[in-house]
């Protein structure tokens, strides 16, 4: 499998911001899916981690780039982000490709 993606990073809606992706940490995918609360220019993002099935959940819901208001990102945040183990959070943080 060498051309197996090690990292995705997948916007959902940059309305109301918020998506999934996974990334390889010591051979291992780590599946995430993030949050956003906007403040003029920036956003709070909590990213969390989620199970394999959560992120093959999301990517049915969701299939492509929605633009979502703010109810339905809730829905997300509560649903996926909300009571998992926080990865990340803080201020235009989100992971990022190991180069």
Not at 20 to 39: D, L, M, V
Not at 74 to 90: S, T
Request: proline fraction near 4%; glycine fraction near 6%; hydrophobic fraction near 30%.
């Amino acid at each position: 499998m060498e051309n197996e993606k090690n990292f995705d990073l997948r916007v959902i809606s940059n309305q109301a911001r918020f998506g999934c992706g996974f990334q390889t940490i010591n051979g291992e995918k780590q599946y995430f899916a993030w949050h956003g609360y906007p403040n003029r220019n920036d956003d709070f993002i909590t990213t969390s981690e989620i199970s394999q099935d959560e992120y093959d959940r999301i990517n049915e819901e969701y299939p492509e780039e929605i633009i979502a208001d703010w109810d339905t990102a809730e829905v997300f945040r509560q649903k996926y982000v909300e009571g998992h183990p926080v990865i990340m959070e803080g201020w235009n943080r989100l992971p990022r490709r190991e180069e």
